[in-house]
């Protein structure tokens, strides 16, 4: 694994959606740069630098305000690159961190005073070995003193296999991409179905509504997704999240133009009231609660 993979677009167009001011890109990733912040020894792919001066960059073309960083598996559970992005955002950056299941309480408040706000379980055997769930629950307890939430990551055909221990995590959940769906299926299909049975069994589990270039293997425009997404969106409305998946880990066969992205929101979104909650609202009470006014 000696070649490094470049999986963003080099010259994203300027979206026609305007976005709500404040807006948050609530699904982000940070590579290194290598020679700072080295990849894992166990990386699956070995990605050139995406660094936070390109993230922030492509924040300010896009029209958005703030981003939520998610460690990305090619580090590991060393979180130092994504913190890096967070230490240099002034103030405009949390961040979503990989931890080893042995962490230390004193290191769970070091990340969270450096603006770590969650872990992510990834459970996609592409990308991860072993995902240990007893551990993985144990984390869960662990962070729950400091208000954070978990983030899942997994494929739909994994859903049944992990509701007992989704049903176990102690803490609020996201489901990264929902859950992979077959959004082929349309709105009612079992994929998506299987997604809402999962919403509907607690009131603090959300969802990101992102990824058409990883979901609708049409291309773009992603009218399945637009199709399959819209209605949970607009159901689930206080829970829902939206981010680019910039640099779009692994997609370097079909790199997505982020201005097209950004340019889906209004068709999942329909309303300037969804929009707000889906960009502004919802990763707020999430990810910068203390700037919520109730």
Not at 171 to 188: F, K, L, N, S, Y
Not at 214 to 241: I, K
Request: net charge negative; proline share 9%.
């Amino acid at each position: 694994m000696s070649e490094r993979i470049i999986s963003w677009h080099n010259n994203p167009s300027k979206p026609r959606f305007v976005v709500p001011a404040g807006a948050v890109d609530a699904h982000c990733h940070v590579f290194g740069p290598m020679t700072q912040f080295p990849f894992s020894a166990k990386a699956k792919y070995l990605p050139e630098d995406a660094t936070p001066e390109m993230l922030f960059a492509l924040r300010d073309q896009l029209g958005f305000s703030r981003n939520v960083i998610v460690q990305a598996s090619c580090h590991g559970t060393d979180n130092s690159a994504t913190l890096n992005a967070i230490a240099g955002s002034n103030g405009m950056a949390r961040g979503i961190a990989v931890v080893d299941p042995e962490i230390g309480n004193d290191q769970l408040a070091v990340l969270h005073d450096s603006g770590i706000r969650g872990v992510r379980f990834n459970f996609l055997k592409r990308l991860l070995e072993n995902a240990p769930k007893d551990k993985f629950i144990e984390i869960a307890h662990r962070i729950e003193p400091l208000a954070w939430h978990v983030v899942v990551y997994f494929e739909a055909d994994l859903l049944t296999e992990l509701r007992s221990f989704l049903d176990a995590i102690p803490v609020p959940i996201v489901i990264d991409h929902m859950g992979r769906p077959d959004v082929i299926q349309g709105p009612e299909g079992p994929d998506i179905c299987a997604l809402r049975d999962l919403l509907d069994s607690r009131e603090d589990i959300w969802f990101k509504a992102t990824c058409p270039d990883r979901l609708d293997a049409s291309g773009p425009p992603w009218d399945d997704f637009a199709n399959a997404v819209a209605p949970l969106v607009a159901d689930y409305s206080d829970r829902c999240l939206w981010g680019t998946d910039w640099p779009h880990p692994n997609m370097q066969t079909a790199i997505p133009d982020d201005g097209n992205l950004v340019d889906m929101i209004p068709r999942i979104a329909t309303t300037k009231a969804l929009q707000q909650k889906l960009l502004v609202d919802n990763p707020m009470r999430l990810y910068w609660p203390e700037e919520v006014q109730e």
